[in-house]
């Protein structure tokens, strides 16, 4: 009986064991542990296809971007720093917490950001204004209203590359002449939607007043609700448009707005389905949870469509969550960031 009874104790600890290796991560987690794997992953990189450009560039992006040298290119590891900083704000006593936050303190100190300002002002500004830029900008707001020693110490060793950054897009901002509608980088609505929650967070109203006017030049009677076959998109032309007027327009102005526009139509989007191993095919995954971040946004503003609005939201974060993450890495370098907005604006009012 003795022996039996000391069997049965091996038995159901070693069977608690086995339940705790095969404890499911879980949505918040696994989306961290996706960014977090994505910033130290060094190789391959994508100045390995343009280093004739960069002088600097012996094979390894480390010695070009000492912060942000992961990911695979320059702006998806900004935007994956930022996923990391909007987990562990939000998720304070998240598993991954020591991990995050030594990755944070190893990546952005001063010295970095210093060897960082050298490539935004010269071979980036060509490659990632508005997109990598507005990204920049959206980490630093993160960074800026986060409660922490670890985020006073970094947005302290930010702060001069802000201003650059900041000023290169105000130009930018101030110089278009018309928009930018292909569901990709070059996105506008998109760049001016993350430019508007930077200025809302650092409190910069002379910013949202030059994105307020923007885009209402650009979409207050030129607003088009037509998506093609997305073929390579990570973001909805129509979804962007909607997003960003709801978010420079007051609730009551925005329903306004939108009465007499066939906005509805993207209520018929389906969720799309991508290949992960595919640099261009795996923008589809992405896709989905960029039209269930607007979805979700929406909802909480137009009431008469909130159910449709949250059921598709819901139907494209789970078509692409389940498979976070993908294992292949064309998608798993940038896909976190966006799993994220849909995450947060699904489950948290702001």
């Known amino acids: 009986a003795e022996y039996m009874g000391q069997y049965l104790f091996y038995m159901e600890k070693k069977l608690e064991v086995a339940m705790e290796v095969k404890k499911e991560l879980t949505e918040q987690e696994k989306i961290l542990s996706c960014a977090l794997d994505a910033v130290q992953k060094e190789l391959p990189n994508f100045l390995d296809w343009i280093k004739g450009s960069v002088s600097e560039y012996k094979g390894k992006p480390a010695a070009v971007h000492p912060a942000f040298f992961g990911s695979f290119d320059w702006h998806s590891s900004v935007h994956s720093h930022w ?33 960082e300002e050298k490539s935004v002002s010269g071979y980036l500004k060509e490659w990632e ?31 001069s590359l802000e201003a650059i950054i900041l000023k290169f897009l105000t130009v930018w901002l101030e110089k278009l002449k018309k928009p930018t509608r292909e569901g990709l980088h070059e996105n506008s609505a998109f760049a001016m939607i993350l430019l508007y929650e930077y200025a809302e967070k650092i409190k910069n109203p002379e910013l949202i007043q030059k994105i307020e006017k923007k885009a209402t030049e650009f979409y207050e009677k030129d607003a088009t609700f037509v998506d093609k076959a997305p073929d390579v998109n990570f973001l909805s032309p129509s979804l962007t448009i909607l997003h960003l007027m709801s978010k420079i327009k007051t609730n009551e102005a925005f329903l306004a707005w ?86 947060l604006s699904q489950k948290y009012q702001d």
């Open 83 to 115: 996923t990391i900083v909007a987990a562990l704000k939000k998720f304070p006593d998240i598993a991954l917490m020591p991990k995050a936050l030594k990755v944070l303190q190893e990546h952005l100190t001063p010295e970095n950001i210093k060897v």
């Open 129 to 159: 204004v508005p997109y990598g830029f507005s990204w920049f900008l959206m980490l630093t707001g993160e960074i800026f209203t986060w409660e922490h020693d670890i985020g006073k110490l970094c947005y302290t060793s930010l702060k």
């Open 258 to 343: 939108i009465k007499e526009k066939p906005w509805g139509v993207v209520l018929k989007l389906e969720p799309a389905k991508g290949d992960c191993m595919d640099p261009q095919k795996s923008h589809l995954i992405g896709l989905n949870f960029s039209r269930s971040w607007s979805f979700f946004t929406l909802s909480k503003i137009i009431g008469e469509s909130k159910a449709e609005l949250a059921e598709a939201g819901a139907k494209h974060y789970n078509y692409s969550i389940a498979c976070l993450p993908t294992g292949g890495w064309m998608a798993d370098h940038w896909i976190a960031s966006f799993a994220m907005l849909s995450f």
